[in-house]
């Protein structure tokens, strides 16, 4: 079994910027495909950013491209999340998921259907 638990999480002033971290339990985090999903009021959860087994390939939402950066560190069994010039609109629960299908390249968003593994979640508030 694996387990993911996500922090960094907070209230932060528009245009500022949080780190999240997903720390992953089991000797198999390397192997998986690592997404960040949100939720935010009111809405279902919507992809956010994707990352293959070995770090080498990326994918992101349209809302996160050019703000978001995911990236992993696999010694660590961790996943990243750095958002920068964060909005209002960015309020939300992320959450952390893995797909153990060891994906060499991401070319599509991930789908929270094909996610293995889910963390609680960290909520995100920005203020304007």
């Known amino acids: 079994q694996v387990q993911l638990v996500e922090s960094g999480g907070g209230l932060v002033q528009a245009g500022g910027s949080l780190r999240l971290s997903c720390a992953a339990s089991g000797r198999t985090f390397s192997s998986f495909t690592m997404g960040w999903f949100r939720q935010g009021p009111g809405k279902e959860r919507e992809f956010v950013a994707g990352?293959?087994?070995?770090?080498?390939?990326?994918y992101y939402a349209d809302c996160a491209k050019g703000r978001f950066t995911i990236s992993r560190d696999n010694a660590k069994s961790t996943v990243y999340l750095q958002m920068n010039s964060l909005k209002p609109e960015d309020t939300a629960v992320y959450y952390c998921a893995a797909d153990r299908t060891k994906w060499g390249v991401i070319l599509t968003p991930l789908n929270s259907n094909d996610m293995d593994y889910w963390g609680e979640g960290t909520l995100v508030t920005v203020s304007s």
């Open positions: 990352i293959s087994w070995s770090g080498g390939s990326t």
